[in-house]
């Protein structure tokens, strides 16, 4: 029985709480943090200022600190309390998470990948937990893998249907510089010839939706 993703609400045919899309983006998020999180540190200070100002005793002022990154560095614990929650939820004992933040936060995130499969399928909080990993893993980007390329123009829902008339449902984007909106996920291409046909497809499964 079709489901609608908790995350992306897109319709899942898999009947689980997270679609394939949604569960690999989320996954991939997850891998990445304790590298970000380890690299904010580099990102603390705006700059060296020795030499700069001077202290009250005529020593050198002390670096300033970027306090928005100090902020984003403190987020990291919420994974923590993820892999806490879903122990709760499993009925499983509390997660022995010791050490400093990163050490705890490599354990979080092991654990919840252990979990995953049933997370996806699930857990009526995966949708929750993908949106704070999401916009965690999106504001650490900012600061240390800022992209400078230009962003995609949003399309819609790819309508493209699949063998079992289940409608593929992911995002398309047209990328700058591209002139062929293609899909992600199901691979289907969309020339400037069928943008027109497109949009109706796009609009008639968003009505259907609503």
């Not at 005529?58 to 929650?85: H, I, K, M």
């Not at 879903?86 to 092991?110: E, I, M, N, S, Y």
């Amino acid at each position: 029985m079709d489901t609608t993703c908790t995350h992306c609400h897109t319709p899942d045919p898999t009947g689980s709480t997270l679609c394939i899309p949604c569960t690999t983006r989320l996954t991939d998020q997850l891998h990445q943090l304790p590298r970000m999180y380890a690299e904010l540190a580099g990102h603390l200070t705006p700059g060296s200022a020795s030499g700069q100002g001077r202290a009250g005793k005529g020593g050198p002022a002390p670096l300033p600190l970027r306090v928005d990154v100090l902020d984003l560095r403190s987020e990291f614990e919420t994974v923590c309390g993820w892999l806490g929650a879903v122990h709760d939820d499993r009925h499983l004992p509390a997660p022995q998470l010791a050490g400093d933040t990163l050490t705890r936060l490599h354990t979080a995130v092991a654990g919840l990948l252990a979990h995953m499969p049933w997370i996806a399928v699930s857990w009526p909080a995966a949708g929750d937990l993908a949106q704070e990993v999401n916009d965690l893993h999106r504001a650490a980007a900012s600061v240390v893998d800022p992209d400078p390329r230009p962003r995609g123009r949003r399309i819609g829902h790819c309508p493209a249907a699949h063998p079992d008339s289940t409608i593929c449902g992911a995002v398309l984007t047209l990328q700058p510089g591209e002139t062929v909106v293609s899909c992600p996920w199901c691979t289907a291409s969309y020339p400037p010839a069928l943008w027109a046909g497109l949009k109706q497809l796009i609009d008639a499964d968003e009505r259907v939706a609503a």
